[in-house]
């Protein structure tokens, strides 16, 4: 892993240690970055400052990117998520998952079952991409 990161990278580093350090529950964060602006590396320095039991579900828009996110987290942080279906124990014992926003909604209550089980941040990468359902929400 490189020690330098850009500024964006740097201020989510020091916001996710100001967010372990009082142990919050139930934060937002909205990072704007533009292509090639190394946003795949913002999951991987936010959960480097979380406690070891909170896990990640990074939602991607398609496939080949949930195999990037899940090799490239690896490679950079050696934080290991789980390239998810939507079979029950999506993590299985592993450090969090990748998912397509199309796999979470297509089992919404599988979803809803993991988070209530367990401690989880929610990284919804390229949320335009996800559909808008007939009730008016996001799928």
Known sequence: MKNTYRLHQSQMAEHAKAIASVKRRGFRM??????GGGKSWLPGILMQHMPKNVKLCWVVPRLALQSQAVEGTQKDFDIILRDAGNDKDPSRGRQGVVVTHQGVSQSVDLWVHEFQKN?????VDEPHHA????DGEMN
Do not use: E
């Not at 401690?119 to 990284?123: E, T, V």
């Open 30 to 35: 909205l990072a704007h970055v533009v292509c």
């Open 119 to 123: 401690d989880y941040i929610l990284l």
């Open 131 to 134: 559909t808008i359902g007939r």
